[in-house]
């Protein structure tokens, strides 16, 4: 079964789908209220997503770091930004992109 990448006006889904149209009953299911912005079916049937491409090399944890910044910051986004640049060395982009991305997972 095919994999498709589906961007809507306020998520990115993927999901395994017969077609395209399987794949929009998917997405139309589970939120009803977005809109489909593009849709990509993957060449393979497993998704991949590179840490040199989202800048997360060498040895330390930028996850556990965000969510101990996170928890030290009670889950105010703005003050874990500031802890993890701190503590990381990391600009703002960075620094944002490992908070927000750990936010969705738990705070």
């Known amino acids: 079964m095919p994999l498709f990448e589906v961007e809507t006006d306020a998520h990115i889904i993927i999901t395994w ?3 395209e149209q399987a794949a929009t009953t998917v997405v139309r299911q589970a939120y ?3 809109q489909v ?12 997503i590179s840490k040199g491409a989202l800048g997360m090399t060498g ?10 910044c996170l928890a030290k910051a009670a889950g105010d986004k703005v003050h874990a930004i500031r802890l993890f640049m701190h503590e990381t ?12 991305s750990n936010m969705v997972m738990g705070w």
């Open 32 to 34: 009803p209220h977005d």
């Open 59 to 68: 040895s330390f944890d930028p996850c556990g770091v965000a969510r101990d």
């Open 37 to 48: 912005i593009r849709m990509t079916k993957r060449p393979r049937d497993t998704w991949v």
């Open 89 to 100: 060395g990391t600009d703002l982009e960075h620094a944002r992109k490992a908070i927000e």
């Open 17 to 19: 789908a017969e077609d």
